[in-house]
């Protein structure tokens, strides 16, 4: 028996079109995983951007962190050194009304000769020094004179003269007024 197969085309038709059908699902499916993997890239790409950032905003935290604590070191350590300063600058103050007189008595010590004058009296007063004594002879009372002018200021001899009770020695009394820039010329 001969039979004939009228459908042969349509069978054909509807495997070609199961082919093109499975075709076309296979090339969503493949578009489809492209854009998941993709996307699934840009997401491991972006988390993993996102965690650099979030380290760099840590490490730029923890170093801001840092400069504000050293900040604050340096703010303290500068108020002590104010302190330190403003405490030296009292102490120099009220130490230096201390060096005055020091430095007056070595002065006058380095000029009076002691085998010649000797001083009795010595009072000092912001510029003016009022000194008395005696000595061997007038001579040793004029040359203290200009040892005085030479190293503290003017000096103004008030009284000289013989000692009543030892007629051989001098009594003397000067005022010695000293220079505004301070005492001591002895560096010039």
């Known amino acids: 028996m001969v039979s004939i197969n009228l459908l042969k085309d349509q ?12 075709s076309e699902v296979f090339a969503g499916i493949g578009v489809l995983a492209s854009v998941c993997a993709f996307w699934g890239w840009g997401a491991i790409d972006v988390t993993d951007a996102t965690q650099r950032l979030e380290q760099e905003v840590q490490e730029k935290q923890a170093r ?15 108020e002590r050194r104010q302190a330190m300063i403003t405490e030296q600058d009292r102490i120099k103050v009220s ?4 060096a005055r007189p020091i430095h007056l008595l070595s002065t006058i010590s380095r000029m009076v000769d002691p085998l010649d004058v000797w001083l009795m009296h010595l009072q000092a007063n912001d510029e003016k020094i009022t000194l008395s004594g005696f000595s061997r002879s007038l001579e040793d009372v004029l040359k203290l004179a ?25 009594q003397f009394s000067m005022n010695v007024l000293m220079d505004s820039t301070g005492h001591g010329r002895e560096n010039s």
């Open 11 to 22: 069978r054909r038709d509807e495997r070609r079109v199961r082919r093109h059908t499975k």
């Open 64 to 78: 801001v962190a840092f400069l504000q604590k050293t900040h604050q070191e340096v703010l303290m350590l500068e």
């Open 95 to 98: 130490t230096s009304a201390l």
């Open 146 to 170: 200009k040892d005085f002018e030479k190293m503290l200021g003017p000096v103004d001899v008030v009284d000289a003269g013989p000692y009543v009770e030892q007629p051989d020695l001098f």
